[in-house]
């Protein structure tokens, strides 16, 4: 059947997520962004041009995983769901006796790879484990599940299928299985040419060009033979639509920094989305490996902790596994691909090894096991972030426990896990509304603060401080002690020494929006507005550096704590209409801001805001017109109508009743 060609216009909606999977769009012109929504707001995943198609990942599933839009004008050709499903069992890549025939299909079988898996070498075809939760052939909902089964009445001869199932069984289990064969990597140079990576691909392959993950594997120093780069090698191509490849140059620099950097440059040449590479001890038994990503401006090198772990050179299947796992998750879910793999491919994974990577190894030292449960805590804290009904915090909690009592303080990841536990228990006493958690966590957060350098880490200095400035105006909302205010204050004042507008934009907002509230929060216990107008002129401040299109959220939380400060100056200063009014322009701008951002729950806070400021600000200015002219009217009006006046003066005396506006805390993605 011939495909239709439809056109959209830039900024056009091709299809929502969640909505039904009908169609898969192939573009033949213009280009077209893939957007993924999470409470309520939109991330940009990437970008697809000429070629690509739209929708495949989502076939089976019956919906649409992401939302995709037009950047450009775009043209495209549309085939619905049920005519690709054919295409792909007519191909072979999607056989229905395999697919919709096994209970528990395999998720590392060569015949289940798809379009996205590439590689430079042969087929490999050794047997390797088995998983309970399948991945292209998941089919959940109903009308994937009828295509494939009009498929099958159709195209499928009952004769040959039985025949292929009889030899599918002799070759199984009858015959004995052929060695299988061994394959070597091909490795790269540590200099690429300078082709564009579509042709750059097409050299020495024959095979469809593919745009999933890629990680890129260093050789090893003092494995002449490259039996260890090989076996690394082997093991990483088991994983689902991942890219491997190989430089043919060892990382030589003992030092962690210097070594990212010599790896993320091949990194960016062979266009990978993360680099891996290990390190041999002494004596030749363990392996130090260290993942790094591509260089980004926003990433802090104290908190992204979990860069490295330690595995024996002669791995069983757990450890096997482990290394799949942590290789996975050195990838920031930035691009639709990687979320894919975090969502679908870890949870078996961790499933199949949680016992075994939740206690320390055999035969590591302190450090070295500490390392590895804190890389494992930190995938537990990511899926219960990615995936939905995977609630790991409590076991990414023991676990982070456990790992601090055997770090020691020099290990690069001692201030990290304080910071991760500090944090546990700080959402543990908001859960419980209990301080003595919260003591527990401004303890660890100090532990913390004294493992780091305010010149040398002037960031991670100031977050530690920021931390305990949290916790402190948490106990000091419970306990209303002047003492626990200052306290508080005092952190965010010590944090603005080392965190600088310009270098650390978003943790000092973080830190000048916390010090403005508690001052904010601390003037309801005076008559006074010092602090109150102090407040109003930090969320000015803040408003003065943010920027409102690449920062919304943050710049809509300082408009609504702004304007909330400026309400309640107006009522302490007798309900000036000018306040008002400002607090309601305010109100208006984050509340535009919000709904713009996709920020639904916020923009629900901020609408109630600006009703109520609205409200108050209608009924004094009602009271302001009624008595404008009182002055007057005491003048000219005779002594029999003196007393009329003195009601008219004592209704305006009477005080206005201000409800109580919501103020956001901190908005922290770490949290």
Known sequence: MPKKEKTFSAGEIIFKQGDPCSSVFTIISGKAELYYEVNGKARILGRKGEDDILGTNSVLEGSYDTSARAVTELVVSVQSADEYIEQLQRSGELSPTVKAGKEKPDLFDDDDEDDFNFSFGEDEEEPVAKTKTPVRSSVRHARGSTALTRKENTFVNTEVEEEKVKSSALVHVEKPQPAPLVQKPVVLPADIKHFPIKEWLREGSDETIAFGPVVLLASLQRDESGDIRDELYRI??????????????????????????????????????????ATLDNAGRVLEFHTVRPSCAQETQLFSAGSRFFLPVQMNDQQKTLLKIFTICA????????????????????????????????????????????????????????????????????????????????????????????????????RQDDIEAYKIAEETFRKGLQSVSEKYQPEAYGDFNLRIGNVRQKIALQTGEGEDFAAAMTAYRDALKTLKPGLHTERWADTVNGLARTMQLFSSYS?????????????????????????????????????????????????????????????????????????????????????????????????????????????????????????????????????????????????
Request: proline share 3%.
């Open 236 to 277: 990483l191509r088991q994983i689902p639509n991942l890219q491997v490849k190989v430089v043919d140059k060892s990382v030589t620099d003992t030092n962690p920094k210097r070594g990212a950097m010599q790896i993320r440059a091949w990194v960016e040449q062979h266009n990978a989305d993360v680099g891996l590479y």
């Open 527 to 671: 008559t006074k507005t010092t602090l109150l107008k102090k407040a109003v002129e930090l969320y000015e401040k803040e408003l003065s550096v943010l920027d409102k299109e690449t920062q919304p959220l943050l710049w809509g939380r300082a408009c609504n704590n702004l304007a909330s400060a400026l309400f309640l100056l107006a009522d302490r200063e007798g309900g000036k209409p000018d306040l008002l009014r400002r607090a309601v322009e305010v109100f208006s701008d984050a509340l535009e801001v919000y709904d713009k951002a996709g920020a639904h729950q916020m923009a629900s806070v901020a609408d109630n805001n600006l009703k109520r400021a609205e409200k108050v600000l209608a009924k004094t200015e009602k009271e302001l017109e009624k008595n404008k002219n009182w002055l007057d009217d005491i003048l000219n009006e005779t002594s029999s109508d003196q007393e009329k006046t003195n009601q008219t003066a004592n209704a305006q005396d009477e005080p206005l009743v201000f409800e109580r506006i919501a103020v956001f805390e901190e908005l922290d993605d770490d949290e």
């Open 331 to 430: 990838m920031t879910p930035t691009r639709l691909e990687h979320e894919q793999l975090l969502r679908l491919f870890l949870p078996s994974l961790i499933n199949e090894v949680a016992a075994y990577a939740s206690k320390p190894m055999v035969g590591l030292t302190n450090e070295e096991q500490a390392v590895n449960l804190t890389a494992f805590a930190n995938i537990l804290s990511w899926i219960s972030l990615i995936t939905q009904g995977e609630n790991r915090q409590n076991q990414a909690a023991a676990i982070y426990e456990e790992a601090l009592k055997l770090l020691p303080a020099y290990a690069p990841e001692y201030a990290f896990v304080n910071r991760q536990v500090g944090l546990l228990h700080q959402m543990q006493g908001e």
